[in-house]
T-cell receptor
C-alpha cells in the first residue's frame, strides 16, 4: 500500500488549460503539503494544510488553488496553465504541523506545459 | 529567515569509498536539521534528522551526520558507499520555536562509480 499517492504521474497539457493533481495519504497524518521542484531540483513549498485548514500559503499565483476535502486528501487545481508551471509537483504529509517527524513524500507528478 | 547551502551539486565517488556531502545553514536562532534522499523518479525519503542532544546522528542505510553549531554545518557521511546509494541528497533546515516551514537545499547528486 502506497503511503502517499499522487495521480497522475505524468501530465502533458497545452498552455491555457486547467488541470488537477490529486493526493491521498493513508498514514493518518494531520498535515499535508504541496511542493514544486523545478528543473534544477530546487524544492519550494507552495501550500500546507493541517486537518483541512490552510496554514501555509507561499507566494504562489492565485491560478493555483489547493483543496482539502478531508485530512487524508489534498488536491491541487491549476487554472490557465503557463509554460513556467512545468515542473515536478510533490505531495507530502507529516504527523503534525511541526515537521519535526519528517515528511513522507509521494512519487511526484511531472507536469509539462506545451 | 533560514537558508541552507549545499555547495556541491555533484559528487562522484568510487564504490566502497567514503563520502561526505556538505551542508551549511544560516539562521540567527536555533535550528532543526534534516537530510533526505531522492532516488530517480521517486519522492524524497527521510535519511536522518537532528533535533537536539548528541551532535552525531545516525540514519538509515549506514549514513550519519554531524551537527556543528560553530561552523553552522550538518555534513552527511558514509564510510563505504554502494552503487545503490546513487541518488540526489537534500539537506533541509527548520528554525525552532512555534510553527515554521522547512527549507530545502538545492541538492547534491551522489554518483557512485563501479
Amino acid at each position: 500500500d502506497t503511503a502517499v499517492s499522487q495521480t497522475p504521474k505524468y501530465l502533458v497539457t497545452q498552455m491555457g488549460n486547467d488541470k488537477s493533481i490529486k493526493c491521498e495519504q493513508n498514514l493518518g497524518h494531520d498535515t499535508m503539503y504541496w511542493y514544486k521542484q523545478d528543473s534544477k531540483k530546487f524544492l519550494k513549498i507552495m501550500f500546507s494544510y493541517n486537518n483541512k485548514e490552510l496554514i501555509i500559503n507561499e507566494t504562489v499565483p492565485n491560478r493555483f488553488s489547493p483543496k482539502s476535502p478531508d485530512k487524508a486528501h489534498l488536491n491541487l487545481h491549476i487554472n490557465s496553465l503557463e509554460l513556467g508551471d512545468s515542473a515536478v509537483y510533490f505531495c507530502a504529509s507529516s504527523p503534525d504541523e511541526s515537521g519535526l517527524y519528517g515528511y513522507t513524500f509521494g512519487s511526484g507528478t511531472r507536469l509539462t506545459v506545451v | 529567515a533560514q537558508s541552507v547551502t549545499q555547495l556541491d551539486s555533484q559528487v562522484p565517488v568510487f564504490e566502497e569509498a567514503p563520502v561526505e556531502l556538505r551542508c551549511n545553514y544560516s539562521s540567527s536562532v536555533s535550528v532543526y536539521l534534516f537530510w533526505y534522499v531522492q532516488y530517480p523518479n521517486q519522492g524524497l525519503q527521510l535519511l536522518l534528522k537532528y533535533l537536539s542532544g548528541s551532535t552525531l546522528v545516525k540514519g538509515i542505510n549506514g549514513f550519519e551526520a554531524e551537527f556543528n553549531k560553530s561552523q553552522t554545518s550538518f555534513h552527511l557521511r558514509k564510510p563505504s558507499v554502494h552503487i545503490s546509494d546513487t541518488a540526489e541528497y537534500f539537506c533541509a533546515v527548520r528554525i525552532s520555536g512555534g510553527y515554521q516551514k522547512v527549507t530545502f537545499g538545492t541538492g547534491t547528486k551522489l554518483q557512485v562509480i563501479p
